[in-house]
């Protein structure tokens, strides 16, 4: 940080969102008001995880979630304060979470026109470890005259309003986008603001950095094999660095700004891969494509899929196009696994 008097020419989330708003003539605000709440919510959790260490937030809660994955203290307090934080805004009909095996049908007397995905803490195992972890989430509108319901969210990604993720690390970094390009906000504790810092993020067509857990290597498919090979050991030029931080927001967010490409395939062991469509995959394809990258199962265009469960998986391969393409040549030479 460069010293000096502070800048006094600030973007805040709301303002910039709001001028992206206004642009729409039948703009309520009442998306706006939603994205404020996220923004409250963001700033709850990002307190938090600084202060887990102090707080004995650290460790596990002694309970399971839907994903039978042993629960954080965080984990819950972030899944409450997301679940409160939303129905109070008045905005939300139907909610999904991670922590939440149901969707949450929000009561009539707090009922809005939107449908939160979310996973409120990814990356949540590595709480412990001061790894950098994250909040994802995606806004569906519900479709015209309906009430709120579980249809309203199993609709493919393509459909979503907004998407986007706050990864608490060093500092808490707000990355968004409503369909009009990406931009990133880091927090500013002085004022409780997220500053405009990374205005229209564009990733690079290629990039040097492949991100996949190889610890699976035995059980990957032939595409994906023969893919790492042609990176590991490529006929000429130098081999690319791998870069694995196992907490997806932190891997995507690397992938944004520097380029190069994130997978967790499906393989033989796990037929979809690990990652949850609606709340991983979709939000962060969502944004990779509006950053100018690619994100697909290695056979389809992730948004492109149509839910028929709210935590089912989806094999992902996302980052720069030119690197997405090379992935895709390798699948296109087999069909796809049963
Ligand atoms: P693995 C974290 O648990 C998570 O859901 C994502 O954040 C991350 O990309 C992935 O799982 C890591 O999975 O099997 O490599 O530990």
Redesign the pocket.
């Known amino acids: 940080l460069e010293d000096g008097p502070p800048s006094t020419e600030i973007v805040t989330l709301t303002s910039h969102v709001l001028s992206q708003q206004q642009r729409h003539p039948i703009a309520t605000g009442d998306l706006t008001l939603l994205l404020t709440a996220i923004q409250t919510t963001c700033k709850f959790i990002s307190t938090n995880v600084r202060r887990a260490g102090l707080l004995n937030l650290m460790g596990a809660a002694g309970s399971s979630n839907v994903q039978g994955e042993d629960q954080k203290k965080l984990d819950i307090l972030s899944n409450d304060i997301m679940i409160n934080s939303l129905r109070a805004s008045g905005k939300c009909a139907v909610l999904v979470s991670e922590e939440n095996d149901d969707p949450i049908i929000i009561d009539a007397g707090h009922r809005g026109r939107y449908c939160v995905v979310f996973d409120p803490l990814?990356?949540?195992?590595n709480i412990d470890a001061g790894v950098n972890i994250g909040t994802i989430f995606g806004v569906y509108k519900c479709a015209e005259g309906s009430e709120g319901t579980l249809e309203d969210v199993l609709r493919p990604g393509s459909e979503m309003q907004v998407a986007g993720y706050c990864m608490y690390g060093s500092s808490a970094n707000l990355v968004i986008s409503t369909g009009q390009g990406v931009d990133g906000y880091t927090l500013d504790n002085g004022i409780g603001e997220f500053i405009l810092t990374h205005p229209n993020i564009r990733i690079p067509n290629r990039g040097k950095i492949y991100s996949f857990?190889e610890?699976?290597s035995l059980f990957f498919h032939e595409p994906v094999q023969k893919y790492l090979e042609s990176i590991k050991y490529p006929a000429n030029g130098k081999p690319y660095s791998a870069r694995?931080i196992?907490?997806?927001?932190a891997?995507v967010h690397r992938t944004l700004l520097y380029g190069g490409i994130f997978g967790?395939p499906s393989d033989k062991k796990s037929k979809d891969g690990?990652?949850r469509l609606l709340y991983?995959g979709f939000p962060m394809a969502y944004l990779v494509e509006q950053a100018g990258g690619l994100a697909t199962t290695g056979y389809e265009r992730i948004l492109d899929i149509k839910p028929t469960a709210p935590h089912q998986r989806v094999p992902v391969f996302l980052g720069s196009k030119d690197d997405v393409e090379d992935v895709l040549k390798f699948h296109k030479e087999s069909a796809a696994p049963k």
Request: hydrophobic residues 20%; without cysteine.
């Open positions: 990814d990356g949540s195992s857990n610890g699976n694995y196992g907490s997806m927001v891997d967790y690990k990652l991983e």
